[in-house]
């Protein structure tokens, strides 16, 4: 796994646990497969741009607040 992967995985995870969504409640706003979304959580896919978007309607927030920081 990159190391891009896994910022971007931490990234989700905190927003996700900021809002107090489950991976299963995210999974079923997103229509995303569950175990998907774990794997996204600890950074072991690259994930689509259709898939950010996706992910940040269903987090309810841009798309950009996904995104880790530049290192």
């Excluded at 229509?31 to 898939?51: A, C, H, L, M, P």
Aim: positive net charge; proline residues 3%.
């Amino acid at each position: 796994m990159s190391e891009l992967s896994k910022r971007f995985g931490e990234k989700i995870r905190s927003v996700r646990t900021a809002k107090g969504i489950s991976q299963d409640k995210l999974a079923v706003k997103s229509q995303i497969d569950r175990s998907y979304i774990g794997r996204i959580d600890r950074g072991e896919v690259n994930i689509t741009i259709d898939k950010l978007y996706i992910l940040a309607a269903a987090l309810e927030c841009k798309p950009s607040e996904l995104l880790p920081e530049m290192k």
